[in-house]
């Protein structure tokens, strides 16, 4: 696969829609936006700030969905490495924030945003 390389802003706006679209895909819109509001209530974590917040996001999904908190990071993970043209191999050691932190080192470019 190719990688992409992005500007850091865009980047963070990839994690995003990749969490938006692993979402929807799993649970649907309506779920969805169940799950985006507990994280905002309960965590104080807007969607737009899970790139920034990733110390705080992974441990979230936990709490919210159990071991399987970790099964749905690993999905994001995946969802994200295809749209940046990475390779994705399974780490059992890796959270979502693992996975996250090594595609910005390998994608990120300091490109004008």
């Known amino acids: 696969m190719r990688n ?8 963070d706006e990839l994690v995003s829609e ?3 679209e692993a979402l929807t895909d799993l649970l649907g819109g309506k779920a969805k936006q169940t799950v985006f509001t507990r ?3 309960q965590y104080s974590i807007a969607k ?8 705080d996001f992974s441990p ?10 970790q099964t749905i990071g690993k999905i994001f993970a995946r969802t994200l490495y295809s749209r940046l043209g990475l390779e994705y191999v399974d780490k059992s050691e890796y959270e979502f924030r ?3 932190r090594e595609a910005r080192l390998c994608t ?4 004008p945003e």
Request: glycine content about 8%; hydrophobic content about 45%.
């Open 18 to 20: 990749c969490v938006d």
């Open 98 to 100: 693992d996975y996250v």
């Open 60 to 69: 979230a999904l936990e709490r919210m969905f159990g071991k399987s908190g």
């Open 108 to 111: 990120v470019a300091v490109l």
């Open 48 to 55: 737009e700030q899970i790139p920034r917040r990733l110390d």
């Open 4 to 11: 992409t390389l992005v500007a850091r802003g865009r980047f």
């Open 39 to 41: 994280l905002e209530k």
